[in-house]
C-alpha cells in the first residue's frame, strides 16, 4: 500500500500542469488591430522561433515544415547551450530481451511527406505562425504549461500532495522505480472528438524525478495529442514536453523554446500523423522509446523506430543521473471538466477491447545494464472512471498493456 501510495504521488505531481488558453474568438486578432507594442512582442517571438530555412514545405494540412540546419535549430539558443557539441547518433540503443518489442505492424508517416523531404544536416520545423501565438493565453506563455489547482487529492495520494490539476482528466498507469533510465511503449493512434476548442486530448508518457511541492519536478514527454487551441485544427500529432522546475519557467512543447535538440530530418515534431486507427477497422500503433545514453547522459527519443534528437543531460537537475517514475496513458484537458464531451482515445471504454478501445502495448522500462524489461508493478488510476476509464493486462504478445479512454460527459459522467 505505501508502494502505492508513493507511486501516485509522483504520477500526480506529473501530470496535471496545462495552461488556460484565451479564448477561441481571441484567435480572430490579427497583427492590424494589435498596439504596437503587442505586435512588436509578436514578431520579436516568432523571429527567435522562426530560423532561417534552407528549405520549405506547404503540407497539404496547412502547415509549412522549415528545413533548418542542424546547427541553427532553436536548442542553441539555451544559454547552457552555447558550446554544445552535438551528439549526431546514440551511443547504444537499449537491449531487448524479447524480439517482439521490436516489431511495430504498420508504418507511420506524417502529413508533410506527401510534398517532400528535408535535405541532410537540417531538420524539419513546423513554422509557428501570428495566429498560433494568438491563441495562447499571452505572449510570454505561448507553448508552455502552468500549474493549476485543484479539489483535494487526498483521498488518492496523501496530504503533502499539492492541488494541480484542475481541468484535467487522466486514466493512467505508473510504474515506480528508484533508478529508471527510460520506457518504451506502443500507442494506438486515435483522432478523439474535441468538444471545444480550448480543450485538448491526449495519449503518452512520462519520465519524471524530483517532486513539484519541491518546484524542482523534471518530466521528459512524447506521444500525441489533439488540441485546436494549440495547433488550429484537429489533427492527430506528434508532440514533445520536458521542464526542470515543475512547469513554472523551464520547458516548452515541441520546439517551441531552447533544449530539445533535434538531429533526424523525416519527422516534424508537432507535425499531423496519419493513418489513424478506426473504429472496428483497421489499428495503427507508433513505437515511442525515450532512454538515457549512459556516455553523454542525454536523454533520447525514438519514434516508429527513428533516433530524433535529444534532451541535454545539462538542462535537467534530478534527470541528470534518472529518473524515478514513468507513467503511460492518456489525458483531457477541458475548463469544463466533467461536463465535457471532449473523447479520450477512441472515445471508448476500456471494456470494449481490441479495435474499439484505445491501447498502450508492450509497457517497458530501461533498467540500469540499458536493458528493456516489463515493469516490476503497475497502478492505474482514473479521477472519474465513468467518464474515462483505464484497465491493464498482460498477455505473450502485448507484454504489459493497458486498454483506456471513454466518451467524457454521458448519463453516468455527472
Not at 146 to 153: A, D, G, M
Not at 367 to 390: F, H
Request: proline share 6%; net charge neutral; with cysteine.
Amino acid at each position: 500500500m505505501a508502494a502505492m501510495r508513493t507511486c501516485l504521488v509522483a504520477l500526480v505531481v506529473a501530470l496535471g500542469f496545462l495552461f488556460l488558453e484565451r479564448p477561441a474568438t481571441a484567435a480572430a486578432e490579427t497583427t492590424a488591430e494589435m498596439s504596437a507594442e503587442r505586435r512588436q512582442e509578436v514578431q520579436s517571438l516568432l523571429r527567435r522561433l522562426n530560423k532561417t530555412p534552407l528549405a520549405t514545405i506547404q503540407s497539404p494540412d496547412g502547415d509549412i515544415i522549415d528545413c533548418v540546419h542542424v546547427s541553427k535549430q532553436p536548442a542553441f539558443d539555451h544559454p547552457l547551450l552555447k558550446n554544445h557539441t552535438i551528439q549526431m547518433r546514440p551511443s547504444y540503443h537499449p537491449r531487448s530481451l524479447n524480439q517482439n518489442y521490436n516489431i511495430t505492424t504498420n508504418p507511420i508517416t506524417q502529413t508533410w511527406h506527401q510534398n517532400g523531404k528535408c535535405p541532410e544536416n537540417t531538420i524539419p520545423i513546423r513554422r509557428t505562425m501570428v495566429e498560433d501565438v494568438l491563441r495562447a493565453s499571452s505572449i510570454s506563455r505561448y507553448g508552455k504549461k502552468r500549474p493549476r489547482s485543484i479539489p483535494n487529492l487526498n483521498s488518492i495520494s496523501g496530504p503533502d500532495t499539492p492541488n494541480v490539476l484542475n481541468g484535467h482528466k487522466h486514466a493512467v498507469a505508473a510504474a515506480q522505480d528508484n533508478k529508471c533510465y527510460g520506457t518504451k511503449a506502443s500507442f494506438n493512434l486515435w483522432q478523439p472528438t474535441i468538444a471545444r476548442t480550448n480543450d485538448f486530448s491526449l495519449s503518452q508518457l512520462w519520465v519524471t524525478a524530483g517532486s513539484y511541492s519541491g518546484n524542482d519536478l523534471n518530466t521528459i514527454e512524447a506521444g500525441w495529442q489533439v488540441y485546436p487551441a494549440m495547433y488550429g485544427d484537429s489533427n492527430t500529432r506528434l508532440f514533445i514536453y520536458w521542464t526542470r522546475d515543475a512547469y513554472e519557467h523551464t520547458g516548452c512543447y515541441n520546439l517551441g523554446c531552447p533544449g530539445f535538440v533535434q538531429t533526424n530530418n523525416q519527422i516534424a515534431i508537432g507535425g499531423s500523423l496519419s493513418p489513424i486507427s478506426t473504429y472496428g477497422g483497421t489499428q495503427y500503433d507508433l513505437d515511442i522509446l525515450v532512454w538515457k545514453d549512459a556516455p553523454s547522459g542525454n536523454w533520447w527519443l525514438q519514434v516508429g523506430g527513428n533516433d530524433v534528437g535529444y534532451w541535454p543531460s545539462s538542462i535537467f537537475s534530478y534527470l541528470q543521473d534518472s529518473a524515478s517514475s514513468v507513467e503511460w496513458g492518456g489525458e483531457v484537458f477541458s475548463p469544463d471538466a466533467g461536463q465535457t464531451s471532449t473523447q479520450m482515445g477512441s472515445g471508448h471504454f476500456p471494456n470494449e477491447g481490441f479495435g474499439k478501445a484505445s491501447h498502450i502495448k508492450n509497457m517497458l522500462v530501461v533498467d540500469s545494464s540499458n536493458t528493456l524489461r516489463l515493469p516490476s508493478g503497475v497502478n492505474l488510476l482514473a479521477e472519474q472512471s465513468n467518464c474515462y476509464n483505464v484497465q491493464s493486462g498482460t498477455s505473450v504478445d502485448w507484454g504489459t498493456y493497458i486498454y483506456f479512454g471513454g466518451p467524457g460527459k454521458n448519463p453516468n459522467c455527472p
